[in-house]
Each structure stands twice: as C-alpha cells, then as structure tokens.
C-alpha cells in the first residue's frame, strides 16, 4: 500500500520560510518524479514543483527564486523548502509521486501565511 505523508506545514509570517516534508511508503521511491502542487481555498490544485529521479528539477514561474525542491532517496523523503513567503501561498500543499502513470497523492498539510 501506498502512503505519503506530508509535514512541515503551519502558520507563518510574511517573508518567512517554512520547509515541507514527504515520507514515502509502498513505491520505489528511487524511480519516482517526486512533486509538490497546492490548492487554495476556492481554486483549483496548481502545480509547485517537480523533481525527476535524476534530479532535474521544474517549478512553477511564481515560485522560482524563493522554493527549493530536493529529495533523500536514502530516507525516500522529498522536501519543499519555501522562503520568502506571501500571503498568496497560502494552501494546502500535496506531495506527489509518478513513474510509469501510476501517480499518487498524499493528504496534504496546510500552509497558512499571515499578512
């Protein structure tokens, strides 16, 4: 079975950082693209960030320079630094995880910043 746990998430102040974690279980997680989207209250999920098996990573125009995809393998963890942080990123954000079409969800953890 699979799971992926989200943590890291909680309250923080405008221009602050918060760092996102994602604990695999039940994949190959070496194999896997590993991604971050969110979903803020009354619009639809929207992609964060990617980061292919080989480590290339892709992320959405508006968090280039303040968000930092990376994964551990070794502890099948992948990690959303977020730094400079606006009121606007406020969401619940989600790991993913995808190799072959077979994509997978986790729960989520909110991510709420305060003007």
């Known amino acids: 079975q699979v799971h992926l746990v989200e943590s890291g998430g909680g309250l923080v102040q405008a221009g602050g950082s918060l760092r996102l974690s994602c604990a695999a279980s039940?994949?190959?997680?070496?194999?896997?693209?590993m991604g971050w989207y969110r979903q803020a209250p009354g619009k639809q999920r929207e992609f964060v960030a990617t980061i292919t098996r080989a480590g290339a990573t892709n992320y959405a125009d508006s968090m280039k320079g303040r968000f930092t995809i990376s994964r551990g393998n070794a502890k099948k963890t992948v990690y959303l630094q977020m730094n400079s942080l606006k009121p606007e990123d406020t969401a619940v954000y989600y790991c993913?995880?995808?190799?072959?079409?077979?994509?997978?969800w986790g729960q989520g953890t909110q991510v709420t910043v305060s003007s």
């Open positions: 039940g994949i190959i997680f070496s194999m896997n693209t």
């Open positions: 993913n995880s995808n190799y072959a079409g077979y994509e997978y």
